[in-house]
């Protein structure tokens, strides 16, 4: 009976880890390819694919995809070793576009003619554009809500007049005439109404995406200045993409498509996250926090960091070289 019990208890458990592997055998191999990478960094190509690129965005699979390879580039170039490795599907890191606030800000001001940069001058440019946005919405946003309310309060005339001759039974043909005239009166107002509303409401959403652009540059420059609390603006620390380790799945996460080369620069950056990267100080460096530059060289301070990843397999292939 025992060795009975032992054998349904041993064929359980083999059960429901074949199980465990079918449902979850794709994370499995992901939290092991990550932690073979951090035991051995370097010593294998981190394979990356495409994920999903959001239909906002002008942007196919092969086009984000000769960008990761040119971002790879980068990295490969300067370390004279294969550190990445593209494949159509199921990398060691999945890389996506995201839409958001962010976008849809850079996307309206382009709307209007208006190309994003990272200088101070453009910043003070974009302020001024601001001033003059909201300068005009104020004293605009005040004269559709008088309006508003003086339709309101012949809305509320007429209404009233209907529901006397309603209660009445009755009203002369004059009467009817005015009643007419006076709803045609108010179709007519509300409409100019909606016309303004729409106006406002177009100033509204661009003073929003100035505040929002504005915002991002504080960051990005370091300006000593208050951010834009607006409501419908972006506020708080802005990050143009990210990458995140979850349950085992690595992704690179993109939140800003300017142009290619701040996208390639993004990608670089991030792509070095991937390789085990830190942070550095040096603002001109790809490694560092916030992206202030369009140049595709990285520097000694990357370089740095990039050895301190890498020495370990570096000191095992010069020991094994020097063996040989």
């Known amino acids: 009976m025992r060795i009975f019990i032992s054998w349904v208890l041993l064929l359980t458990l083999l059960g429901a880890s074949v199980y465990q592997w079918f449902a979850h055998g794709a994370q499995y191999r992901a939290i092991g390819r990550t932690v073979r990478q951090n035991a051995f960094p370097c010593s294998s190509p981190v394979s990356y694919s495409v994920g999903a690129i959001d239909l906002r965005y002008d942007l196919s699979v092969a086009e984000l995809t000769e960008y990761l390879k040119e971002a790879e580039a980068v990295w490969e170039s300067a370390y004279k070793r294969d550190l990445f490795e593209f494949i159509p599907s199921s990398g060691d890191v999945s890389v996506n576009m995201l839409y958001d606030r962010r976008q849809a800000a850079i996307d309206k001001l382009k709307a209007i003619g208006l190309k994003t940069g990272q200088s101070l001058d453009f910043y003070k440019s974009l302020k001024v554009h601001y001033d003059e946005v909201l300068g005009r919405v104020e004293p605009r946003q005040a004269g559709l809500n ?75 420059l370091d300006i000593n200045t208050a951010q834009y609390n607006r409501e419908g603006a972006a506020l708080g620390t802005f990050e143009e993409g990210t990458y995140r380790v979850s349950g085992g799945f690595r992704t690179i996460d993109l939140y800003k498509y300017s142009d290619r080369r701040q996208l390639v620069r993004l990608l670089t950056h991030e792509m070095g996250h991937a390789l085990g990267m830190d942070h550095v100080l040096n603002p001109e460096a790809m490694m560092f926090p916030v992206n202030r530059g369009d140049a595709l060289t990285i520097f000694p301070d990357d370089i740095h960091e990039l050895d301190r990843v890498c020495a370990p397999l570096l000191k095992k292939l010069r020991r094994r070289a020097f063996r040989g």
Do not use: C, H, M, W
């Not at 009817?176 to 045609?184: H, N, S, V």
């Open 146 to 220: 008088a309006r508003l309310a003086a339709y309101k309060r012949g809305e509320a005339v007429y209404n009233a007049t209907v529901a006397k001759f309603n209660q009445r039974g009755t009203a002369s043909p004059r009467q009817i005439k005015r009643l007419d005239g006076a709803k045609a009166a108010l179709e007519r107002e509300f409409a100019v109404i909606k016309n303004i509303e729409g106006g406002v409401n177009a100033d509204i959403d661009l003073l929003n995406a100035l505040a929002t652009t504005l915002n991002q540059l504080i960051v990005e």
